[in-house]
C-alpha cells in the first residue's frame, strides 16, 4: 500500500494480487466509540470454546452461503422448470382441498387431550344424547307486569305459533310437547296460554299470580321460580313483586336431522319476529337461537374477509413501489404480484397437505394465510434489498451471477428465521389442546412451504424480471422494448428509507445520548410489561366471538343485566348400580350437594328427591309388582335433554290413568318410611314407575335411562340437575367445578358403582381453561429455547444469538403485557397469538443480528452499516404486515380485532427491539464479525480459478459532515489498459479512464489506519467500507493478466 500525502486529496491504494505480496500493517489507531476499527490491531488470542465456535461459524456460513450461491445460479439458469416444479407440487398437494372440513365441535376442538371429559362425555352422548334446540327471548318493557305488556308478550307467542314454515310444515310438528302442547317456558304460563283469560287480565289479577308462595304451571305441572321468569324485579316493603323491567321466553324444539331445515327456517322467522317487527307495545326484545352463534360469528368474518382482502391490495401497491424503482423499466409490479401468488401458493400447499394428512382445520386456523402473509412479505423484502445492496460491478455481471449472488447473501437471513419457525412451531404441535396443536402443524408446514418457494418459485421470478430489465422492457407492458437511447428519471432510484437510515437514523443511534434512552426506554417497558403480564386475566368467553353490534351480543348483555344470578347449568351423572340398595347413599349426596356453597340450592333437582316426597305423601297406598310393557308411558315424543329448565316429556296424549292401572295401586295403611320398609326394595320399580305417570313424575323420565322399556328390571342411568352460583371469572368458575368433584368422585356405592358431574359447555370451558396458562408458558418456553437454540447454530456465534434471543423475549414480553391494555384476556386465540409472536419477532432481529455479523468496521460503523443495508427490509416487512391487517382496525368481529390489536403490538415491539433496541446494543456489546474469506463472484466462478484478483482502496479527503452518499449509484468503469499496472499513484485517477468512482462528501481526518481484513461474506465485488473516523472507502476489484 502506498500513501501520497503530497497529493492535494491524499490517496491509499492496496495490492492483494499475489501470495507473495506484502501484506498491510499500519498503526492501531485509538478505538473510536463503540469498538475497535479492524485492520491493524492485533486479535487477541482466542480459547478452545471460541475457536470451536469460530471454526463451527466459518463451516455454517460458508456452507450455507455456497449453497445458495449454487442454487442462485441453478435456479436463474432453469427459471420456467423450477416456476413449473412449484406450480405442480402445490396443485397436487392442492387436491387435499377437496377433503375440506371445518371441525366445530367443542370436545374436538378445545378440550385438552387426555381431559376425563372425553371419556365422560362419550357416555353422556351414548346415554343421554342431545335432542333439544333451545330458542332463548328477553323482552325488556317499563314494567313487564302490566296488562299492556303481558298483552303484547301474548301477541308475540301467537305469531311464533303460526310461523308459515318451509315445506308446509308447522310449530307443532317440530316442537317438544308436554301433552298436546309444545312447550314454551314463560310467564304466559301462569294462566296456561288461555287467552280469554289473558286479553281480561288486570294489574291486581297479575300481581296476584306472581306473588303466591308456591306458583305450580296448570300446563306442565312443574313448580315455576318466579325469580328465573322475570328480571330486575321491583317488591315493596312486604318483598311483594310490584314490577319488572324484564322476563323471559323458551321455546324448545326437536334436535333432529329429517326437520333441521324447517327448524332453521322457524328460527330464521322468530329472529325477524324479534328483531325487525318487534311489538309497538314492548320497549326492546332480545333473542338467541340454536343457529344463532353460526350465522353471526361466520358472518362478521365474512364481513371482515372483505377487508382483508383490501388490505392484500394495499400489501400488493406497497411492494410494487418498494421493490421497485421509479422507472418505466425497474418497476417491478408484475415482480411484487408474482411474491404475492408465492404466498397464495404455500398457502394452497398447506391446506392441501394438512386435509390429507388428516390434520384437524378449526376456526382458529383461518388466521393462518394472514401470518404466512407477513412471514412471506418478510421473506422477499429481504431478497429484493439483497439485490439493491448488489454493486455496481456486481450488477454488471450476467443474470444468473446477479442471482447466486442475490441468494448467497439472503440465503442465510431467511434460513435462520424460518428454521427457527418451524421448529418452534413444530414443538408447539405437542400441546395438549388441539386446535392451538395443530394450528402450530399447520404453520409449520405452511413455513416450510414458504421457505422453499422463496428459494425457488420467487427468485425464478426475479431471475425473470432481470432478463427483461436488461432487454429494457417496460415493467407494465413487458411486450413494449425501450429504446437504446432511453434514460431513466433524474431521481429513479431514490429510496426514502435508505436515505433515512444512512443519513439520520444509523448516525442517530450511535450517539451515547441516545443509546442511553433506548435502553432505558427498553427495559422500562419490559418491567411494565411484565406487571401487566401477571396482571392479565386468565378467561374463556365464547360471547366475546360474538360481533359487537350484533343482535346475539345485544342478547348476552340482557342477559347478564336482567337475569345476573344464573349460574353454569350441570348435571350429575350415575351408571349402573344397585339403585335400591344404594337409597341412603344417594340421598346423602343429594344433600350434600344442596349444602355446597357455589351450588344454588333452590335449583337442585333430583328424581329420588321427588319421588321420596310423593312417596311420604302417599303412605297410605300399596303397591304390587304387576309390571307390564311400560313402553307406551316413554314414546318418540318424549325423548329430551337435560336444559335446566323442567321441560316435560309429552306422553302423546295417552290416557294416563290406564297406564296407572298397569301397576295396580291398592289402597292400605301402611305408614312405614319407604326407605326402611322391607318390602320397598322388591316393590321400588314398581312404585318408580307409578311415580312417573303421575303429574308431579312425568318430568323424570329424561332423567333416568332404564334396561328396556318392555319390561323394566332395572336403572341404567340417572341424572340429578343443579345450577352453580353466578361466577365472573374462569379461576371462580374452576374452583366450583373442582369442589363438585370432590365431592362426587369421593363417594362411594355399595355393590359398585359411579357418579360424576358433567357441564356442557361451562366446565368444557374449565378444562380448558385450567391448563391453557400452563400450556401457555409451556410454549413459549419451548419456542424461546428453539429461537435460541437454531439462532446459535445458524448464525454460529454465541453473542450474537443471546442479543437475538433478548430482543426477541422482550419483544414477547411487550406484547404480553400491552394485551391487558387492549382488554385482552388470555383465552385459547389469544395464546395461539403469542406463540405466533416468536415466529415474526425472530424475523425482525435475526436478520439484523445476522447482517451485523457480516461486516466489518468498528461496533458503530458496523451498526451503521447494517441499518443500510437490512434495515428497509426489515422495517418493510412489517409495516406490510401492518398494511394488511390496517382495515380490521374496527372490526365487529372480536377475533379479527383481538388479530389485529396483537399483530399490530407485535409490529410495533418487533420494529422497536429490531431497529432501534438491537443495533444500540451490538453498538456497545456486539461480537467480532465471521473470520471468512473475501469472496468475489470471479473466485466462485470455477472457470476462472487461475484468475488474480487485485483490490484497490482510495480516501477522499473533506470537511462534509455527511458520513455517506450515495454509493450504490456510482457505476464503475472497467480499466481500459487490463494488462497494465492498474495501480495509479495520483488520486483521483485520470489516465485511461477512470478505474472507480470515488465518494465525495466524506469527513477525513489523516489517518492510514483503515478497516481490518476487508473480508465480508455477504457482499462480493466492488464494495464500500468505512474508517474508524467516518470516512468511506470503496473497495472495487480488478481482473488482472498473471
Request: some cysteine; hydrophobic content about 40%; aromatic content about 12%.
Amino acid at each position: 500500500m502506498v500513501g501520497n500525502k503530497d497529493h492535494p486529496n491524499g490517496s491509499v491504494r492496496v495490492k492483494l494480487a499475489n501470495e507473495d505480496t506484502p501484506t498491510l500493517a499500519l498503526d492501531p489507531k485509538d478505538e473510536s466509540e463503540g469498538g475497535r476499527s479492524g485492520l491493524g490491531t492485533e486479535t487477541p488470542p482466542r480459547g478452545k470454546c471460541s475457536t470451536c465456535l469460530g471454526k463451527l461459524s466459518t463451516a455454517i456460513v460458508a456452507g450455507l452461503e455456497n449453497a445458495f450461491y449454487r442454487l442462485g445460479k441453478l435456479v436463474a439458469r432453469n427459471p420456467w422448470k423450477f416456476m413449473l416444479a412449484c406450480l405442480v407440487t402445490c396443485s397436487v398437494a392442492g387436491a387435499g382441498l377437496m377433503l375440506w372440513h371445518e371441525e366445530t365441535e367443542y370436545v374436538k376442538v378445545w378440550l385438552p387431550r387426555g381431559s376425563r371429559m372425553y371419556d365422560e362425555h362419550q357416555w353422556v352422548v351414548q346415554n343421554f344424547p342431545e335432542s333439544i334446540r333451545y330458542e332463548a327471548v328477553i323482552i325488556e318493557d317499563e314494567n313487564v307486569l302490566s296488562p299492556r305488556s303481558i298483552n303484547a308478550i301474548y301477541d308475540l307467542y301467537i305469531s311464533a305459533q303460526n310461523f308459515d314454515i318451509v315445506n308446509n310444515s308447522s310449530l307443532e310438528e317440530l316442537c317438544i310437547k308436554t301433552g298436546p302442547f309444545c312447550r314454551v317456558n314463560s310467564i304466559l304460563e301462569l294462566w296456561a296460554y288461555n287467552e280469554t283469560i289473558i286479553r281480561s287480565l288486570s294489574d291486581g289479577d297479575i300481581l296476584r299470580a306472581v306473588n303466591q308462595p308456591k306458583i305450580i304451571s296448570p300446563l306442565y305441572r312443574n313448580e315455576l321460580n318466579i325469580d328465573k321468569i322475570l328480571g330486575d324485579i321491583s317488591r315493596d316493603n312486604s318483598s311483594n313483586i310490584v314490577a319488572a323491567r324484564a322476563t323471559s321466553m323458551f321455546w324448545y324444539l326437536r334436535k333432529n336431522e329429517s326437520t333441521e331445515l324447517e327448524a332453521a327456517d322457524w328460527e330464521h322467522k322468530l329472529i325477524d319476529l324479534m328483531n325487525v317487527q318487534g311489538h309497538e307495545d314492548l320497549e326492546s326484545l332480545y333473542i338467541y337461537t340454536a343457529r344463532t352463534f353460526d350465522d353471526e360469528a361466520m358472518g362478521a368474518l365474512s364481513s371482515d374477509v372483505n377487508l382483508l382482502s383490501i388490505g392484500f391490495s394495499l400489501v400488493f401497491i406497497y411492494l410494487s413501489f418498494s421493490i421497485g424503482k421509479y422507472s418505466w423499466v425497474e418497476q417491478k409490479i408484475w415482480l411484487a404480484f408474482s411474491g404475492l401468488l408465492s404466498i397464495g401458493l404455500a398457502i394452497i400447499f398447506t391446506y392441501g397437505i394438512g386435509f390429507a394428512t388428516g390434520i384437524m382445520f378449526g376456526p382458529i386456523h383461518q388466521i393462518l394465510p394472514f401470518m404466512l402473509l407477513g412471514i412471506g412479505v418478510d421473506d422477499m423484502f429481504v431478497i429484493m434489498e439483497s439485490l439493491r445492496q448488489l454493486s455496481p460491478q456486481e450488477r454488471s455481471l450476467p443474470v444468473e451471477e446477479r442471482v447466486g449472488l442475490m441468494l448467497k447473501h439472503a440465503g442465510v437471513s431467511i434460513t435462520v428465521t424460518s428454521v427457527t419457525d418451524i421448529v418452534a412451531f413444530a414443538i408447539g404441535g405437542s400441546t395438549v389442546i388441539p386446535s392451538l396443536s395443530t394450528f402450530c402443524l399447520y404453520a409449520a408446514i405452511g413455513v416450510f412451504a414458504l421457505y422453499i418457494l422463496q428459494t425457488t418459485y420467487f427468485v425464478a421470478c426475479v431471475t425473470l424480471d432481470e432478463r427483461r430489465i436488461d432487454s429494457r422492457r417496460n415493467a407494465c407492458i413487458i411486450c413494449y422494448k425501450h429504446p437504446p437511447d432511453y434514460k431513466e428519471w433524474k431521481h429513479y432510484n431514490y429510496s426514502l428509507q435508505h436515505e433515512f437510515m444512512r443519513r439520520f437514523w444509523g448516525p442517530l443511534l450511535t450517539k451515547k445520548p441516545m443509546k442511553v434512552f433506548v435502553i432505558a426506554v427498553a427495559i422500562g417497558l419490559s418491567a411494565l410489561n411484565i406487571w401487566s403480564f401477571i396482571q392479565l386475566k386468565h378467561d374463556f368467553d365464547p360471547s366475546m366471538y360474538l360481533p359487537s353490534d350484533s343482535y346475539s351480543q345485544r342478547y348476552v348483555k340482557a342477559d347478564r343485566k336482567f337475569f345476573p344470578d344464573d349460574g353454569a347449568f350441570v348435571q350429575m351423572y350415575c351408571d349402573e348400580m344397585n339403585y335400591e340398595d344404594n337409597l341412603d347413599n344417594l340421598r346423602t349426596l343429594y344433600e350434600k350437594v344442596k349444602s355446597t356453597p357455589t351450588v344454588q340450592s333452590s335449583t337442585v333437582d333430583f328424581w329420588l328427591a321427588s319421588f321420596l316426597q310423593w312417596q311420604n305423601t302417599s303412605a297410605s297406598m300399596s303397591f304390587v309388582p304387576t309390571m307390564t310393557d311400560s313402553s307406551a308411558i316413554k314414546n318418540g315424543s318424549m325423548a329430551g335433554n337435560l336444559d335446566g329448565s323442567n321441560t316435560n316429556i309429552s306422553l302423546g296424549g295417552k290416557d294416563t290413568d290406564a297406564l296407572k292401572a298397569q301397576y295396580a295401586v291398592q289402597m292400605g295403611n301402611d305408614s312405614k318410611s319407604p326407605l326402611t320398609d322391607t318390602s320397598f326394595g322388591q316393590n321400588f320399580l314398581s312404585k318408580l314407575l307409578y311415580f312417573m305417570t303421575t303429574n308431579n313424575g312425568r318430568v323424570y323420565w329424561r332423567y333416568l335411562k332404564f334396561d328396556n322399556m318392555k319390561q323394566p328390571t332395572r336403572i341404567m342411568a340417572s341424572v340429578l340437575t343443579f345450577r352453580h352460583v353466578k361466577c365472573t371469572t374462569s379461576v371462580c368458575n374452576i374452583a366450583a367445578m373442582e369442589d363438585m368433584r370432590e365431592l362426587v368422585d369421593n363417594y362411594r356405592f355399595i355393590g359398585g358403582g359411579r357418579c360424576f358431574v358433567y357441564s356442557h359447555p361451562q366446565y368444557m370451558f374449565n378444562e380448558t381453561n385450567k391448563v391453557l396458562k400452563l400450556e401457555l408458558y409451556r410454549n413459549l418456553a419451548l419456542a424461546a429455547v428453539c429461537v435460541f437454540v437454531v439462532t446459535l447454530i445458524l448464525i454460529a456465534n454465541f453473542w450474537a444469538s443471546i442479543l437475538v434471543f433478548v430482543c426477541v423475549v422482550f419483544t414477547v414480553v411487550d406484547v404480553a403485557g400491552t394485551m391487558q391494555f387492549w382488554d385482552i384476556s388470555i383465552d385459547t386465540a389469544s395464546s395461539v397469538l403469542l406463540i405466533l409472536c416468536f415466529g415474526l419477532a425472530v424475523d425482525y432481529s435475526a436478520h439484523v443480528g445476522h447482517t451485523f455479523m457480516t461486516h466489518t468496521g468498528s461496533r458503530n460503523e458496523r451498526t451503521k452499516k447494517t441499518l443500510v443495508h437490512i434495515g428497509p427490509a426489515v422495517f418493510s416487512g412489517g409495516f406490510s404486515t401492518f398494511l394488511a391487517f390496517l382495515l380490521l382496525v374496527n372490526s365487529i368481529s372480536y377475533g379479527f380485532t383481538l388479530f389485529f390489536r396483537i399483530f399490530t403490538t407485535v409490529v410495533i415491539f418487533g420494529l422497536f427491539h429490531g431497529l432501534v433496541f438491537l443495533p444500540v446494543i451490538l453498538s456497545i456489546l456486539g461480537p467480532d464479525p465471521y473470520d471468512t474469506n473475501f469472496l468475489s463472484p470471479l473466485d466462485t466462478d470455477p472457470t476462472n480459478k487461475e484468475l488474480n484478483v487485485d483490490y484497490e482502496l482510495y480516501v477522499h479527503r473533506t470537511n462534509d459532515d455527511k458520513l455517506i452518499h450515495w454509493t450504490e449509484m456510482q457505476p464503475l468503469k472497467q480499466n481500459g489498459n487490463a494488462n497494465g499496472d492498474i495501480f495509479n499513484s495520483d488520486f483521483p485517477p485520470i489516465q485511461n479512464g477512470d478505474l472507480c468512482n470515488t465518494v465525495g462528501h466524506v469527513p477525513y481526518e489523516e489517518s492510514n489506519n483503515v478497516n481490518g481484513h476487508h473480508q465480508n461474506p455477504r457482499y462480493s465485488g466492488s464494495y464500500y467500507e468505512q474508517l474508524s473516523n467516518g470516512s468511506l472507502v470503496q473497495i472495487p476489484y480488478s481482473q488482472r493478466a498473471t
